[in-house]
Nanobody
């Protein structure tokens, strides 16, 4: 069983930046695809960005394209989400998740292990 702990969330003004981290413990996630999801009040959980096991392949949701960057450091068992040019509509709880396999996947059902989430609030 892997434990995923997100950090780096907080309150930021529109146009600002945050860097989220997801530290894994219990086992290595170096052979797992990873994803960042978010969920705003009253809305469904949505995929923000995903990355394959090696970091070579990435995917971004429409809301993240051009502004967010997902990366990973397998030596540190950590995945990152750099968020720039933040907007009030980016306000949500952001979750890190590990897929059950190494290939990049955009399907929520493929993600088996989840963190507790970190709140990101963007003020206008």
């Amino acid at each position: 069983q892997v434990q995923l702990v997100e950090s780096g969330g907080g309150l930021v003004q529109a146009g600002g930046s945050l860097r989220l981290s997801c530290a894994a413990s219990g086992r290595t996630v170096s052979s797992n695809a990873m994803g960042w999801f978010r969920q705003a009040p009253g809305k469904e959980r949505e995929l923000v960005a995903a990355i394959n096991w090696s970091g070579v392949r990435t995917y971004y949701g429409d809301s993240a394209k051009g502004r967010f960057t997902i990366s990973r450091d397998n030596a540190k068992n950590t995945v990152y989400l750099q968020m720039n040019s933040l907007k009030p509509e980016d306000t949500a709880v952001y979750y890190c998740a590990a897929a059950g396999f190494s290939a990049l996947t955009v399907s929520l059902v493929h993600y088996e292990d989840w963190g507790q989430g970190t709140q990101v609030t963007v003020s206008s």
